[in-house]
């Protein structure tokens, strides 16, 4: 159960990691409306 827990972990973690990427490379505002968006749930990955 843990190394299942553990490999979903690491993939929503990757995953994320992936999208603040892609908001880093566009524009400011895009970054500013994603993080307005998503909120405080954005910033606990």
Same mark, same amino acid.
């Given at each position: 159960?843990?190394?299942?827990?553990?490999?979903? *972990?690491?993939?929503?973690?990757?995953?994320?990691?992936?999208?603040?990427?892609?908001?880093?490379?566009?524009?400011?505002?895009?970054?500013?409306?994603?993080?307005?968006?998503?909120?405080?749930?954005?910033?606990? *990955?």
């Amino acid at each position: 159960m843990e190394a299942i827990s553990y490999q979903k *972990y690491s993939y929503n973690k990757a995953r994320c990691d992936q999208i603040k990427t892609k908001v880093k490379h566009s524009d400011s505002f895009m970054s500013n409306g994603l993080n307005n968006i998503i909120g405080s749930d954005w910033k606990t *990955y």
